[in-house]
């Protein structure tokens, strides 16, 4: 295994490992890049043959993390990498702990393979978040039936009520954009936490990465952003930013229908609308998901 710091200079050698082996939602680069900031810098594991470990370390208090799902191999071959990976951090770089977010099977994998390893625990997990999927084949852009009701009626409302345009986020000047997340983060809650740099990084870099990103104006005002990308090795995209300057009832809801309309048109098989605590995964349940699944959030440490 070969670590690798300096992720930009070995650029291609990174992409090549997403575009062989990537198969989860966040496994896009410029994303990898973007999630960098001053404590938690980017790393890679090598292992050779478009093998490897998306990893961020935080120098300061000496703790790693790795990505999330970010075992970029086969399946038979990520417990085995994961292992290695524990082996380095751990014994070989003294770090206090290596967290990371994974899968349910991972987790259930991680649990009977190093349960008994020795010098090594494996905390309880702190958080699960939710990732609801929805089918395209299913999804209805008329909204037909009992269970869509209440969604046609919010849609209906808001297109009779305002005058709504859809534009091309990439072509919106920076500081309106800014704007827009400034006002969605001012009306989120105190306890959700939101990674700041990571939207800034996204908007002063044009968006560069992202396959689609839209913005709805409502009477002229640009009021939201909704950003994505295909899911490597597959015909899903994930829906990466959801942002909403909650200047109008209706409009989480409007955006979204919009949204899961043009991904259906495109012909994606499935649309991976995030990661979401029950909260969140309320709102999302307006939409009827098709299944959720989720990731877990953990440590692991020396014994």
């Known amino acids: 295994m070969k670590v690798v ?3 930009v200079k070995h650029k291609k050698k990174i992409q090549g490992a997403i575009r062989k082996y990537g198969h989860f939602a966040e496994h896009n680069y410029k994303h990898y890049l973007y999630c960098e900031n001053s404590e938690d810098k980017n790393v890679f594991f090598d292992y050779g043959n478009d093998k490897g470990m998306l990893m961020q370390f935080d120098k300061k208090v000496n703790i790693w993390s790795l990505f999330p799902n970010g ?6 071959d990520r417990l085995d990498l994961l292992r290695d990976a524990l082996h380095y951090t751990l014994k070989e770089e003294k770090a206090k702990k290596l967290t990371m977010e994974v899968s349910e099977d991972i987790r259930k994998g991680i649990l009977q393979k190093f349960k008994r390893q020795n010098g090594m625990r494996i905390c309880a997990y702190l958080y699960t978040l939710h990732w609801p999927l929805y089918n395209m084949k299913s999804w209805d852009p008329k909204l037909r039936g009992n269970k869509m009701k209440k ?14 345009k859809v534009k091309d986020t990439k072509e919106i000047p ?8 400034n006002n969605w983060l001012k009306k989120r809650s105190l306890n959700d936490r939101v990674d700041t740099d990571y939207y800034l990084n996204l908007i002063n870099n044009d ?22 990308w295909r899911i ?22 409007v955006v ?48």
Do not use: M
Request: glycine share 8%.
């Open 5 to 7: 710091y300096d992720v």
């Open 71 to 76: 075992i970029l191999a086969p399946e038979k």
């Open 151 to 164: 969604l046609r009626n919010i849609r209906n409302r808001f297109y009779k009520k305002y005058r709504i």
């Open 174 to 181: 920076k500081e309106q954009l800014k704007k827009i997340f």
């Open 207 to 228: 968006f560069k990465g992202i396959d689609i990103a839209k913005t709805l104006y409502v009477d002229g005002r640009p009021s939201t952003i909704t950003a994505g």
């Open 232 to 253: 490597p090795n597959s015909n899903n995209y994930y829906s990466a930013i959801g942002i909403v300057d909650y200047s109008y009832p209706g409009l989480g809801e």
């Open 256 to 303: 979204n229908i919009d949204d899961l309309n043009r991904l259906k048109r495109k012909g994606f098989d499935y649309v991976d609308f995030g990661g979401s605590d029950k909260v969140l995964l309320t709102f999302k349940r307006k939409f009827k998901p098709e299944k959720i699944y989720k990731t877990y959030t953990f440590s692991v440490v020396r014994r």
